[in-house]
Every structure is written in C-alpha cells, then in structure tokens.
C-alpha cells in the first residue's frame, strides 16, 4: 500500500486521519467530510439533509451512499452519531472543541441544542472507575419537546 498515492497536501486532520486508516479519500467522502467542516461542530445533520446539501451542490449522489459514507466517517472517528429513537439518526463533526457535549433533542421536529454538564461527565467517569471500565465517552441525549413543538 502506497500511502503517499493521490495525496497532495495533508493540512487537514481528516486526510490525516484518512491517510493513516489508509482509505481512500474518495470525491464523496471528501465532500460528506468537507460539508461538516465547512458547518463546524455543534451542527447536527440527519442523513437526509446531507444529502439535501450534496444535492443543492450538484453532486448526483444517492441516499444510500450517504448513509454508507456516514457510517462510514462515524467508524473512522470523525463523525459522532446521535441515535435519537424518534427522530432518527443525526451526525456530527467529532472535535477536540467539542468534547463530552450532551444533548437536548425534540422527539417532534428534531431540533437539537448542545450543552455541557461537567456532573454528567463526571458521573459517567465514575461508573467505569468504579466497574473497571475504560471510559470512551461519557453524554447524555434527552429527549424533549422544543418550545415550538409543545
Ligand atoms: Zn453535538
Ligand atoms: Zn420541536
């Protein structure tokens, strides 16, 4: 495998990131990728709406794949995926800005507020500690209704 093969410049941390995991950086992978990054962290996006997005940029692209690629992306580690029993699936941009943020979500419309909670975060360390479990991520998602929905 030859990883320096169709790589230009690595300036950003998802080529690298990418490139070490020694996938290809495919135009749609790039473009899925590109379109987080290009809406920053904090921003969640179902899969139909990346598509809406792709779509509107004239990439011809079927929902399917952009669940795979998703999937794809949230396997890798630059994605997180909020499965929301109602609302589907949302996705967003994994960041070292954003670290343990939890999440607000309304089960009728899908809006979807961040906020942090050092209590969660701790409380979820101590549950590993005390189980003998190495903590990967510790958030809450709950589920509401938005002033708008009620
Ligand atoms: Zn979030
Ligand atoms: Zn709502």
Redesign the pocket.
């Known amino acids: 495998m030859n990883l320096k093969s169709g790589y230009t410049s690595l300036s950003s941390p998802f080529e690298l990131g990418l490139h070490k995991s020694g996938r290809r950086l495919t135009p749609q992978r790039k473009k899925v990728l590109d379109l987080f990054q290009s809406i920053g962290?904090?921003n969640?996006l179902s899969a139909e709406e990346v598509h809406g997005h792709l779509i509107q940029a004239n990439s011809r692209v079927s929902l399917a794949t952009i669940y795979r690629t998703l999937r794809l992306l949230v396997r890798m580690g630059f994605l997180?995926e909020?499965e929301l029993s109602e609302g589907g699936h949302r996705f967003?941009l994994l960041s070292k800005d954003?670290p343990d943020?939890h999440?607000l979500v309304c089960i009728n419309c899908g809006r979807?507020e961040?906020f942090e909670s050092e209590e969660v975060v701790l409380a979820g360390k101590k549950a590993a500690e005390n189980k003998g479990f190495k903590l990967i991520e510790s958030t809450l998602n709950v589920r509401a209704i938005c002033p708008g929905c009620i």
Do not use: I
Request: charged residues 20%.
């Open positions: 962290s904090g969640h997180h909020l967003e954003n943020h999440h979807t961040e």
